[in-house]
C-alpha cells in the first residue's frame, strides 16, 4: 500500500469518481490512476468502487470507510511535512479561506489586509461560495478555513468557534411607504415584494420568522450577495432584507435602514475547520485577528472538546461582538 495510491483514490472521490479530471488535476496519466487503484483493490481484496463498464459508478460501503480512513492518513502525512515547517519555517506556508460573498465583502477586507502585512511571506488563498460548499471544502481538507454562518451541514469531524453576532435589515428607497416607520412588523412585510437571501431552506432564520408569524413572504427575487440586493431596492423591485452590516452610509445614502432585530433573530458567523487539521501560528493568528477573543490559549482548550454541542456550551454567558 502507497500513499499515491491512498491520494488517487481520495482524490477520484473529491472529483465525483471522474478519472479523467482527477489525472488532470494531479498532473498524471489517467489509465496510471486506474491501474494504481486496481492494485491497491486487489492488495486488499476488496473492491473499493463500482464499475459500470470501464467508468467508476459508485464508492462501495467497505469503500467508504477505507476512503475516509485514507483521508486520515494523507493528513497525518501532510502534518509531519507542516510541523516541521513550523521550525524550519515558521513564516512561511499557505493559507486557505473558503467563505460567502457577505462575509468576503463587508467583514474580511481589514482583517486580511492586517494579516497579509503581518505575514507577507504567507501564499493567501481566498474563495467564495454557499455555506454548505465551504464546510464541505474545510471538510474535504480543499480549504483550510470556512466562514459561515449556517451551520446546517457541519460534521463531528469539524469544529466551529462562534465569532460574533449580525442582524438582519429592511432596507427600502426614501420613498417608500416605509420609509417613515418607526418599528415595522412582519405583517407590513408581507404586503411587499421582497428582495433577499434565499429563503427555500426551512430551516433559514428569515423562513421561519415568516411561519411563526403564519405569514407567506412574497419573494420576488433572492439572491447570495447583499450588493445585488440594493442595487434591485434602488430599481424599485421590492423591499430588501440584507445582512446589517452590507449597509454603509458612504454608499448607500439613498436607502433608508429600518432595524429588523425584533423580527429577525440575530445570526452567528462561525469559523470552521477540521479537527485533523495541524494549525500553525500564523493561523491561530488570523483567527484571532478576525475574533479577538478567540486566542490561541482558548482554541486549543476548545479543540478538546468532545464535539460541537460542548463548543457552544462554553460561550454561554459570553457577550460576542455584534456587527
Known amino acids: 500500500m502507497k500513499l499515491q495510491q491512498l491520494r488517487y483514490i481520495v482524490e477520484v472521490v473529491n472529483n465525483d469518481l471522474n478519472v479523467s479530471l482527477t489525472s488532470e488535476k494531479l498532473y498524471t496519466s489517467q489509465p496510471g490512476i486506474s491501474k494504481q487503484i486496481k492494485l491497491l483493490e486487489d492488495e486488499l481484496g476488496v473492491q473499493i468502487f463500482t464499475r459500470t463498464g470501464k467508468h467508476l459508478s459508485e464508492v462501495t460501503a467497505v469503500g467508504q470507510k477505507i476512503v475516509a480512513l485514507a483521508r486520515e492518513v494523507l493528513n497525518k502525512s501532510q502534518d509531519i511535512k507542516i510541523i516541521a515547517k513550523e521550525f524550519s519555517q515558521p513564516n512561511q506556508g499557505s ?12 467583514s474580511l477586507p481589514k482583517v486580511i489586509q492586517q494579516f497579509m502585512k503581518q505575514y507577507p511571506s504567507i501564499t493567501l488563498h481566498m474563495e467564495q461560495g454557499s455555506s454548505s460548499q465551504c464546510i464541505s471544502q474545510a471538510q474535504s481538507g480543499q480549504a483550510d478555513f470556512a466562514i459561515v454562518t449556517d ?8 469544529i466551529a468557534l462562534p465569532c ?16 417613515k416607520s418607526h418599528l415595522i412588523s412582519i405583517n407590513e412585510l408581507s404586503k411587499y415584494p421582497l428582495v433577499s437571501y434565499d429563503f427555500t431552506n426551512d430551516g433559514s432564520d428569515l423562513n421561519q420568522a415568516f411561519i411563526k408569524a403564519n405569514q407567506s413572504p412574497n419573494i420576488v427575487f433572492s439572491t447570495t450577495d447583499a450588493d445585488l440586493i440594493k442595487t434591485y431596492v434602488k430599481l424599485g423591485v421590492g423591499v430588501g432584507i440584507v445582512a446589517k452590516m452590507a449597509v454603509t452610509t458612504a454608499s448607500d445614502d439613498d436607502l433608508v435602514v429600518l432595524n429588523a432585530g425584533h423580527i429577525f433573530p440575530y445570526s452567528t458567523t462561525y469559523i470552521i475547520f477540521a479537527r485533523s487539521l495541524f494549525l500553525r501560528r500564523y493561523m491561530f493568528d488570523f483567527i484571532s485577528q478576525f475574533s479577538q477573543h478567540l486566542n490561541q490559549q482558548t482554541i486549543e482548550q476548545l479543540l478538546s472538546c468532545e464535539n460541537n454541542t460542548e463548543v457552544l456550551a462554553r460561550f454561554n454567558g459570553v457577550k460576542l461582538p455584534i456587527k
Open 95 to 106: 493559507l486557505t479561506i473558503t467563505t460567502t460573498y457577505t462575509q468576503a465583502r463587508y
Open 151 to 158: 451551520l446546517s451541514q457541519l460534521s463531528d469531524d469539524m
Open 164 to 179: 460574533y453576532h449580525w442582524n438582519q435589515a429592511v432596507i427600502v428607497m426614501k420613498d417608500h411607504p416605509l420609509a
